[in-house]
């Protein structure tokens, strides 16, 4: 039995820290507030921290059908999927192969990661022997910052989630992916529609229900997406006929947010530094670098009194948000610790987690209430992505935030799951485009 204790300071110390990371019900308002100005001068191609990214999609009408292969690139694995589409709000996925995608590819040359990517297609198509001599079209998820420049088309703006794979940025990715499928040999495919994950998320929840209106991701990054009235989109030059559209806020690089020492020393050592600010409070990538942080300081002020905490927990990005859920939860990444230093620990991960979801919350009520000032109608709001689904509380403490601020009108308000949405999301918004007659094109014609 361990019997270390944490020094007569621990608990000034754990007041401090709960001070700083505090997100009160004031500051959830100014939250607000500052989410709205950015959103209205990111909407007029205002410079602000919030991109707005027109997507070129609207909701579908749940009767779209078809078959459509999938690829999904966003994060530590690449997903292809094949998914059928009955007309009827069902989106079946019934084929689906997950790769990883390893650190070497995500920092290495861009070609060698499309290469890979395209690899993945071919080896899905062996795997599930579908014929190459067919033609298909595929829908390609990738989830990073897009300019999109039509329906299938769009250059990366910026790498995020420690991606760094060189001469992608600045280019379109559907073309880099097209090149590298026929490099690969696979000439039939026709990519036909590139969407943000957010955007597949809310299309494959708002397929079936129709009053979903956001779209959220809350995982290794975090980033939300929601249907606007092509009138508010001012930056849009030729707005055409339609009259909604969804947009990709790209919200991971909001930066009108109380910031603290640990944001400051996180994002300077980070690899995209001045970049991502809600990002690196809120998302799974993050929060255990953070909690780690928080710890290490707490040993170098010897509030902690054990010894092997300070190898275990010098080393950046060791303890991950993973380890977080797994303390939180009630069990420990190691076994050698005394009873004092387990709450310590978990009181520490309560704080920090506590603060990614009141954030992710404000944000959540400040799109909300940007479509529907008074909160009159009913939204759903398709959520994906492992904090959301697996940090124990995270989800209760997002709707404190929307019981705080809005009482009884906050049942209005449906979290809904879309676990893995993305990927059939594209595929739904292949069918539509064809239903819709959007021009997709095709590069090697
Ligand atoms: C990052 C990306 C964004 C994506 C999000 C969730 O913030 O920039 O495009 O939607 O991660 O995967």
Known sequence: MI??????DYDKFISKVEKIFSVTPADVKKIIDNFHQEMRRGLAGRGCSLKMIPSFVDRPAGSEAGRCLALDLGGTNSRVLAARLDGKGNARVFAVSKFVVSAALMRGAGEALFDFIAGCVREFLAK???????????AFTFSFPVEQTGLAAGKLIIWTKGFSASGVEGKDVVRLLDDALWRSGLKNIEVV????????????????????????????????????????????KSRGNRRS??????????????????DRELDRASGNPGRQYLEKMVSGMYLGEITRRVVFHMISKGVFLGEGFERAYSEEYSFRTEDMSLVAAG????????ADERKALKKICDIVSLRSARIAGGAIAAVLLWMDKELRKRHTVAIDGSLFEKYPGFEKNIKNVFRELFGRRSKKIKL????????????????WAQINHISTRRLHA
């Open 3 to 8: 019997n270390r204790k944490v020094s007569s």
């Open 128 to 138: 599930n022997r579908i014929s190459l001599r067919k033609k298909y079209q595929l």
């Open 193 to 236: 529609a590139l969407a943000n994950d957010t955007v597949g998320t809310l299309v494959t929840k708002s397929y079936s229900d129709r009053s979903c209106d956001m779209g959220v991701i809350l995982g290794t990054g975090t980033n939300a997406c929601y249907v606007e009235k092509v009138s508010n989109i001012l930056k849009m």
């Open 245 to 262: 559209m969804i947009i990709n806020m790209e919200w991971g690089n909001f930066s009108k947010l109380r910031r603290c020492h640990v």
């Open 331 to 338: 069990g420990m990444p190691q076994r050698d610790l005394s």
């Open 416 to 431: 809904e799951m879309a676990k893995d949405g993305s990927g059939a999301g594209a595929a739904v918004i292949a069918a």
